[in-house]
């Protein structure tokens, strides 16, 4: 079992950035890959990106790709999400989630979950114009 917590959400600035943060509570969460979502009102649930077990991967959504990092610090338990330039479509909550394979993200096209089995409450990210 993966017990996921997300922080470092909140209200910014457009054109701010923030980092988000996953804290994983298993002893093991380094050998799994773990991936970033979020859900904006009125909106499915989408996909952000994905980070490799060891951080030297990673994989994002199309529309992601040029303002969203994701980076891991195995040693800490935690990955984070930075998000550049935000803008006031970002808003949304954040979640991290984890599958119950360990290695890489196999990404599957099937919303809400994505085929993913932990996930976290999300944090709350809001930006104003």
């Known amino acids: 079992q993966v017990h996921l917590v997300e922080s470092g959400g909140g209200l910014v600035q457009a054109g701010g950035s923030l980092r988000l943060s996953c804290a994983a509570s298993?002893?093991?969460?380094?050998?799994?890959?773990v991936g970033w979502f979020r859900h904006a009102p009125g909106k499915e649930r989408e996909f952000v990106g994905a980070?490799?077990?060891?951080?030297?991967?990673?994989y994002y959504a199309d529309s992601m790709k040029d303002r969203f990092v994701i980076s891991r610090d195995n040693a800490k338990n935690t990955v984070y999400l930075q998000i550049k330039a935000l803008k006031p479509e970002d808003t949304a909550v954040y979640y991290c989630?984890?599958?119950?394979?360990?290695?890489?993200?196999?990404?599957?096209?099937?919303?809400?979950?994505?085929?993913?089995?932990?996930w976290g409450k999300g944090t709350l990210v809001t930006v104003s114009s």
């Open positions: 989630a984890a599958p119950s394979y360990t290695g890489s993200y196999y990404y599957t096209d099937d919303p809400p979950d994505y085929g993913m089995d932990y």
């Open positions: 980070i490799n077990w060891t951080g030297s991967s990673t």
């Open positions: 298993a002893r093991s969460f380094s050998r799994y890959p």
